[in-house]
């Protein structure tokens, strides 16, 4: 057990740029996680996956947010032309559907700075 | 939908002493799942404990316990004999199961203990 793995550890880009971050989940894990996290605040959720089928999706993620899994194992999460306020962690969190209560196991997440 | 709030966004403890975090919420839900969790400087969160609602004893996990007051919708945290390696902000989280069980976050405590 690795481990929740997020890459890039940190993205530093110019406003209206694209970038794209991934999550490789615990291997067992079939629900994957996405979250923000602004400086000073707790995580807020952007959306989540079951095994490849996103089945929630924020009203945070604006039309310039899309994320994948396509095989059900890591994930993808894009964001097209990056604004000031996508500053931002994004973590990804990975959890077993086995019960209701499974814990989500949190990556060290992504950190975006927008120029 | 519900909502979490930590009071206190700052607080300090003497090193072995014993220190108290709040966190009330708010649901019209009767079966849900409580969280405490650490996130120590630019380091990854981390599952302190956990607390079921339909269970009346609070959990404890060594030196972590909580207070769960259902009625008052309260749910602190208190760390016993407190040890340098506590300092961290720590989140209080909210879980409705069988509804994708994504996570509610509070605004986090920046807890210091001191030497």
């Known amino acids: 057990d690795t481990g929740v793995s997020q890459d890039p550890r940190h993205k530093i880009t110019k406003r209206g740029q694209n970038v794209t971050f991934r999550c490789d989940p615990i291997?067992?894990?079939?629900?994957l996680y996405w979250y923000r996290q602004t400086l000073g605040q707790g995580p807020e959720f952007l959306t989540y996956?079951?095994?490849?089928?996103?089945?929630?999706k924020s009203r945070l993620l604006s039309d310039r947010f899309s994320a994948e899994r396509p095989k059900g194992s890591f994930s993808t999460l894009e964001i097209q032309r990056t604004e000031q306020g996508d500053s931002a962690m994004y973590l990804c969190?990975?959890?077993?559907?086995?019960?209701?209560?499974?814990?989500?196991?949190f990556g060290d997440g992504t950190r975006l700075s927008i120029l | 939908a519900q909502t979490v709030t930590q009071s206190q966004p700052e607080m300090s403890v003497q090193e072995a002493e014993t220190v108290t975090l709040s966190c009330t919420y708010d649901t019209s839900e009767n079966n849900y799942y409580l969280f405490w969790y650490k996130q120590p400087p630019s380091r990854q969160m981390i599952l302190v404990i956990r607390q079921e609602a339909y269970k009346q004893q609070n959990a404890t996990e060594n030196r972590f316990s909580v207070n769960f007051q259902k009625a008052a919708k309260s749910f602190s945290l208190k760390i016993s004999d407190s040890q340098l390696g506590d300092t961290a902000m720590y989140f209080c989280?909210?879980?409705?199961?069988?509804?994708?069980?994504?996570?509610?976050f509070g605004g986090g405590t920046r807890l210091m203990v001191k030497p």
């Open positions: 989280a909210f879980m409705k199961p069988n509804a994708g069980n994504m996570l509610t």
């Open positions: 291997s067992e894990h079939n629900r």
């Open positions: 996956f079951q095994n490849e089928a996103q089945l929630e």
């Open positions: 969190a990975s959890s077993s559907s086995d019960s209701s209560n499974q814990p989500q196991h």
